[in-house]
C-alpha cells in the first residue's frame, strides 16, 4: 500500500465530489430557468392553433388586412425566441455536465494510474467519516453518468422542436418534465451528505 497513493486519489476525490456539488446547484438552476420556457412554448402553440382554428374572415377583425398573416409571423417570431432561450440554457447544462465528466474521468485515470500499488483492502477500507476509495468511484462513475444520459435525452427533445411543428410543441411541456429524475436527483444529493466530512477532513 501507497499513502502517497492514497492521499493523491483522496485529494482528487474531494476535488471530484466539490466538482460534482458545484455542478448539481448550476445544473438545477438551468432546469429551474428552462421550466417556464417551456410552458411558453405550449401556450404559444396552442395560440398558434386557435389561429388556424379561426376564420377571421368571418369576424370583424376582416376590416384589418394581413391580420392573419401578421399574428402567425408574431408567434413565429415568439417561439424562435423562446426556443433560441431553451438552447442557451442547454449551453448551462452541458458546461455542468462536462464539468463533472472531466473530473470524474481524471479521478478515474489517477486511480488506473495506480492500481499497481493499491491493494484490494485498501481500495475497500473505510471508516466513520471516508466511505472506501471504490465507494466514492461508483458514486461519482453513477453521477456522471446521470447528467450525460440527463443531458442527452433533453439535448434530443430540444432538437425535435420546430416552431411550425404545433403537436411537438404543445406536448414538449409534458414530455420535459417526463424526463425528470428525483430519485436520481436525491441519490446524488444523498452521495454528497455521505462524503461531507470526508470532503473537509484534510
Not at 476525490?13 to 420556457?37: D, I, T
Not at 382554428?53 to 425566441?81: C, G, H
Not at 455542468?96 to 465528466?101: C, E
Not at 472506501?132 to 427533445?157: C, G, N, P, V
Amino acid at each position: 500500500m501507497s499513502k502517497p497513493t492514497v492521499a493523491s486519489l483522496h485529494q482528487a476525490l474531494r476535488k471530484s465530489f466539490k466538482s460534482l456539488e458545484n455542478n448539481q446547484k448550476v445544473w438545477k438552476s438551468a432546469l429551474v430557468e428552462c421550466s417556464p420556457l417551456m410552458e411558453s412554448l405550449g401556450n404559444l402553440a396552442e395560440q398558434s392553433r386557435a389561429l388556424s382554428n379561426v376564420q377571421i374572415s368571418n369576424t370583424p377583425l376582416r376590416d384589418f388586412p394581413d391580420l392573419e398573416d401578421r399574428l402567425r409571423f408574431k408567434l413565429l417570431q415568439a417561439t424562435d425566441t423562446v426556443l433560441g432561450k431553451l438552447n442557451e440554457k442547454m449551453s448551462s447544462l452541458q458546461s455542468a455536465r462536462d464539468a463533472i465528466s472531466n473530473q470524474v474521468s481524471a479521478v478515474l485515470q489517477l486511480y488506473e494510474q495506480n492500481t499497481d500499488s493499491l491493494d484490494v483492502l485498501t481500495v475497500t477500507e473505510r471508516s466513520a467519516t471516508t466511505p472506501s476509495i471504490a465507494d466514492m468511484l461508483e458514486w461519482l462513475q453513477d453521477a456522471e453518468r446521470h447528467y450525460r444520459q440527463q443531458f442527452l435525452r433533453r439535448k434530443t427533445l430540444l432538437q425535435m422542436l420546430r416552431a411550425d411543428n404545433l403537436s411537438l410543441l404543445e406536448s414538449a411541456p409534458k414530455r420535459w418534465k417526463t424526463l425528470e429524475s428525483p430519485s436520481a436527483e436525491d441519490c446524488i444529493t444523498d452521495t454528497l451528505y455521505k462524503v461531507s466530512f470526508f470532503m473537509e477532513s484534510q
